[in-house]
T-cell receptor, first 111, second 114 residues
Framework: KQEVTQIPAALSVPEGENLVLNCSFTDSAIYNLQWFRQDPGKGLTSLLLIQSSQREQTSGRLNASLDKSSGRSTLYIAASQPGDSATYLCAAFLTGNQFYFGTGTSLTVIP | DTEVTQTPKHLVMGMTNKKSLKCEQHMGHRAMYWYKQKAKKPPELMFVYSYEKLSINESVPSRFSPECPNSSLLNLHLHALQPEDSALYLC?????????????FGQGTRLTVV
């Protein structure tokens, strides 16, 4: 079974700082990797999808990269804002239409 | 329309009750999913439906019974639940196939079993 780990588990940064969230997966045979944001008690909001043939995707201040050979993905957030405070989850998409989630990173951006 | 709608948003039920959670999407997705999420934990996969047929059951207790009556609807029937089943239940949908299959999630049903 795919194991997906995120480091760090929690992160607290001052506003304006650039930061990197890490996601590691054990099975390199993934079809794609998706990053989500979750606010407390809410559902999941899709941020970025990286297909297995791609190496990175960008949306506004967010940039996600994927290295299948090393089993890693990173989410880069530029110029962080208090509104970015949330839990960030990565999910690996496998054959058989299975999404397996990482352990999550809880981000707090301090004004 | 990239929305997955879940109802109800909140549900409180006794251990002897029978209730159902509902999920609906109109994006033409033929894969639909149920996830369970406990506080401060990532979502855990419960069931996957592909072309309205159950394709994955992650060893979920039989007190949870999924149903996919058509390509737009997904239900989760609940019966004789335990307090430890209290959680956020999330529904998702995606296209089938390899790669590029972005998943869309609903806002969840917050279930409390008393």
């Amino acid at each position: 079974k795919q194991e997906v780990t995120q480091i760090p588990a929690a992160l607290s940064v001052p506003e304006g700082e650039n930061l990197v969230l890490n996601c590691s997966f054990t099975d390199s045979a993934i079809y794609n990797l998706q990053w989500f944001r979750q606010d407390p008690g809410k559902g999941l909001t899709s941020l970025l999808l990286i297909q297995s043939s791609q190496r990175e995707q960008t949306s506004g201040r967010l940039n996600a990269s994927l290295d299948k050979s090393s089993g890693r993905s990173t989410l880069y957030i530029a110029a962080s804002q208090p509104g970015d405070s949330a839990t960030y989850l990565c999910a690996a998409f496998l054959t058989g239409n299975q999404f397996y989630f990482g352990t999550g990173t809880s981000l707090t951006v301090i004004p | 329309d990239t929305e997955v709608t879940q109802t109800p948003k909140h549900l409180v039920m006794g251990m002897t009750n029978k209730k159902s959670l509902k999920c609906e999407q109109h994006m033409g997705h033929r894969a639909m999913y149920w996830y369970k999420q406990k506080a401060k934990k990532p979502p855990e996969l419960m069931f996957v439906y592909s072309y309205e047929k159950l394709s994955i059951n992650e060893s979920v207790p039989s007190r949870f019974s999924p149903e996919c009556p058509n390509s737009s609807l997904l239900n989760l029937h609940l019966h004789a639940l335990q307090p430890e089943d209290s959680a956020l239940y999330l529904c998702a949908s995606s296209h089938l196939g390899q790669g590029g299959t972005e998943a869309f999630f609903g806002q969840g049903t917050r279930l409390t079993v008393v």
